[in-house]
């Protein structure tokens, strides 16, 4: 497993990967809650958090804030013992029997719109930004739309066209680390923006799901903010926050 790892930890570690195994949970998959699982095999939550915190690391589940933990890759590949999870759009574009496709609909480059913004990404207010507009299928029917922030100073330049294959495996790829952690925040909105409306194939006043999320490197490093507007009738909200 880890070294270091105490007895009630390890006991809280193969409960969770039974669990799994056992019900035939997948990526994306919810799991118990921390007090649910202290409860069943008698543990305090501490002890779930910090067991729970091992499986993270290892890519085995996957935290979401404000909506508890799921299942991540279960999985460990023959290639430098790396877990590998098909990323939850293509995920759950394929259980609909869908081709998960990614459309770039604009690019520009502009100031850091926000203080909040630059301080998300730890750059000046000055500095500038690429901001990509990214359209998410499922074959031809729009689920989301991205509007992604990248630094500038990270990305000298991009393909643009590679982002429409995977925007992690790019950013990974340029920057030479992993994207490790996703911090999002979700809220319910009332879309009302024309051009959103338009692309999403949605009428004024639907009810759509705005994730709003810091992606980090492997070293801590934020590399992107994301806004996605989500239509959760066809992509339910079960993403990766760890990945490999």
Sequence with gaps: MVDGITEKQKEVVDYILNKIK???LRPGEKL?????????????RATVREATRILVEQQRIYRVKGSGIFVGSTEISSQAHRYHVLSPFDFQAQRKGHKGVRKIISVSIIKVPSADMAQALRIKNSDQIYKILRLMCFDDIPVALEHIHLPVNMFNSLE??????SKYAYIEEVTGKKVQLRDQHLTAVNLTDSQTL???????????IQLNETVFLDDGVPCEVNVAIINTRYFPLKQNSQRP
């Design 22 to 24: 056992d019900d035939g």
């Design 32 to 44: 118990d809650t921390e007090i649910s699982i202290a409860k069943s095999i008698g543990i305090t």
């Design 160 to 165: 643009f066209s590679k982002l429409e294959v």
């Design 198 to 208: 338009t692309l999403l194939n949605l009428a004024a006043g639907d009810a759509v």
